[in-house]
């Protein structure tokens, strides 16, 4: 399998038929306007030149965010054996959170118009850089990014500690895990803080798997590299005591930090049915959700809070996407597709109340929304 995301398919399915005789159209037409809706925005974003790679900000961001990391290291063996190294645990986690952001544009091709450049740069970032595995995320992420929110399809949407689906939900045999599921919203965020350990973990697991891993031996190699020297460095600074206790504290706030960038994208948008198809316009749209705030938002974020845009058009450059949403916006609205932004902390109030709701067996899955656009 590539290790650069792919463009997912755009090619509609069996649409809903109008009930109304003065807007009956033919499976063909319908399926022909909503592949045309998709390819006029695509057209004027073209034209706009919004598609063009943003070189100059991008080698910015991997020249001073690795010199930032060097920078980090000699404070961390300058400040010594204390417990102010708690400080520098943060400093490294947020640190390394924004450089996984780059290995996520690196890998959606964002970057260079080059694949191999991409591919090794997401490797270097992703597994040398960060320790986690490039091969696995890849493999999950293509997968979100073919089919948001649609049950059965969605790896986002699989059943773990947290039901994020009314049949998994369902699934819960005992009254203790019931119960916790109808509280389950509240706990979601504490659950987090393990959420770096399991990036690890998973990407640890997919290389070493019997399965097929493109330059499996590249990623194992990056990957000990970086855990190796990085447990060294801490273990030969620090105590054993306040190794651990730095160890904790900076996977804690990284996976925090990650999940706090990437669940209020999809958590709460509508589920859409293993059997209903949707042009790949509304698909992407009506299934995600923006997060307003300004640019500080925008580097909080690494540029996920343009999510509707991002899935829209993988491949554009992170500063584009600010530029390109007005007309994302204006295209949505003229025609009449549902196009969703809110506040930071009103996205996180949204994930709460959906994840207690599905919890608590109160969510249905979602209609597909062209058959309420053609209801009269």
């Known amino acids: 399998m590539s290790q650069t995301l792919e463009q997912p398919d755009t090619s509609p399915g069996p649409q809903p038929t109008d ?24 057209a004027r974003v073209q034209q ?33 054996n204390t417990w102010w190294q708690v400080i520098t645990a943060v400093a490294l986690a947020l640190l390394m959170t924004q450089i996984a952001f780059l290995g996520h544009d690196a890998a959606h091709r964002q970057i260079f118009v080059s694949g191999k450049w991409n591919e090794w740069v997401s490797l270097v970032v992703v597994n040398l850089f960060t320790g986690m595995g490039l091969g696995w995320w890849n493999r999950k992420h293509n997968k979100h990014h073919a089919a948001p929110n649609k049950t059965g399809a969605d790896p986002d949407l699989e059943s773990g500690v947290l039901a994020f689906t009314p049949d998994a939900a ?13 509280k389950q919203g509240y706990f979601f965020y504490p659950l987090l803080l393990l959420e770096g350990v ?11 798997s019997r399965g097929e891993v493109k330059r499996r031996w590249v990623e194992l190699a990056f990957i000990s590299v970086r855990v190796l020297s990085y447990f ?26 990650m999940g706090l960038s990437f669940a209020p994208n999809h958590i709460g948008m509508p589920l859409v049915p293993p059997t209903t198809k949707i042009d790949f316009l509304r698909r992407q749209v009506l299934m995600s959700r923006n997060i307003t705030g300004g640019r500080w938002v925008d580097t909080f974020m690494g540029g996920l809070n343009f999510q509707v ?15 390109v949403a007005p007309l994302v916006r204006a295209h949505c609205e003229q025609l009449g597709v549902r196009y969703t932004e809110t506040s930071m902390a009103q996205s996180f109030r ?8 599905v919890g608590r067996g109160g969510l249905d899955v979602w209609a597909c929304p062209l058959a309420a656009q053609y209801r009269v």
């Open 19 to 42: 009930p109304r005789p003065s807007a009956r159209r033919t499976p063909g037409s319908v399926r022909e306007r909503q592949v045309s809706d998709f390819t006029a925005l695509t």
């Open 48 to 80: 706009a030149g919004l598609m063009r790679r943003a070189y100059g900000y991008y080698w910015s961001k991997l020249i001073g965010l690795t010199a930032a990391g060097l920078g980090l290291a000699v404070a961390f063996v300058l400040i010594g």
């Open 170 to 182: 369902a699934a819960r045999r005992t009254r203790l895990g019931r119960w916790l599921a109808t």
């Open 198 to 208: 399991n990036l690890h973990v998973q990407g640890i697991k997919r290389v070493l």
């Open 232 to 257: 060294a460095l801490v273990f030969l600074v620090l105590s054993p005591g306040k190794a651990v206790v730095f160890v904790a504290v900076q996977l804690a706030v990284f996976g925090l930090y």
């Open 309 to 323: 845009e991002h899935h829209l058009f993988p491949s554009m450059a992170r500063p584009n996407l600010r530029r």
């Open 350 to 357: 949204a994930v709460t109340a959906y994840i207690n709701r």
